[in-house]
Nanobody, 126 residues
C-alpha cells in the first residue's frame, strides 16, 4: 500500500523559508501525479502544487506562484515543497498526496488523489 510521510514543518517568521519533504513508498510512482495541499481549521483543504513523477511537469495555485517550488527526487522516492517568502496566511497543515494518474490538465492535477499523508504543521508568525 502507498505510504506518504511528510516532514519539515515548523514555526517560522514572515519572510522565512521552509522545505517540506514527502517520503513515498509502497508503489512504483512513475505513472503518478504527486501533490501538496493545505488546510486551515474550519476551511476546506486547498490545492497548492502538483508534479508529474516521471515528467517533472509542475503546476501551482496562483497564491504560491513565484514563492513555492515543487520538485521530486525519483532516486529517493521523495517529493519536496520549497516555500520561500512565507506569509502568515500560509499557516496551515500541509499534506502530501498521490494521484495514480498522469495529469493532462491543470484541473486533473487538482483532483483524483487517492492517497494522503498525515500532514505537517507550518506556522508563520508576523
Amino acid at each position: 500500500q502507498v505510504q506518504l510521510v511528510e516532514s519539515g514543518g515548523g514555526l517560522v517568521q514572515a519572510g522565512d523559508s521552509l522545505r517540506l519533504s514527502c517520503a513515498a513508498s509502497g508503489r512504483t510512482f512513475s505513472a503518478y501525479t504527486m501533490g501538496w495541499f493545505r488546510q486551515v481549521p474550519g476551511k476546506e483543504r486547498e490545492f497548492v502544487a502538483a508534479i508529474g513523477w516521471s515528467s517533472g511537469r509542475s503546476t501551482y495555485a496562483d497564491f504560491v506562484k513565484g514563492r513555492f517550488t515543487i520538485s521530486r527526487d525519483t532516486a529517493k522516492n521523495t517529493v519536496y515543497l520549497q516555500m520561500n517568502s512565507l506569509k502568515p496566511e500560509d499557516t496551515a497543515v500541509y499534506y502530501c498526496a498521490a494521484n495514480p494518474r498522469v495529469y493532462a490538465s491543470i484541473a486533473e492535477a487538482r483532483t483524483g488523489y487517492d492517497y494522503w499523508g498525515q500532514g505537517t504543521q507550518v506556522t508563520v508568525s508576523s
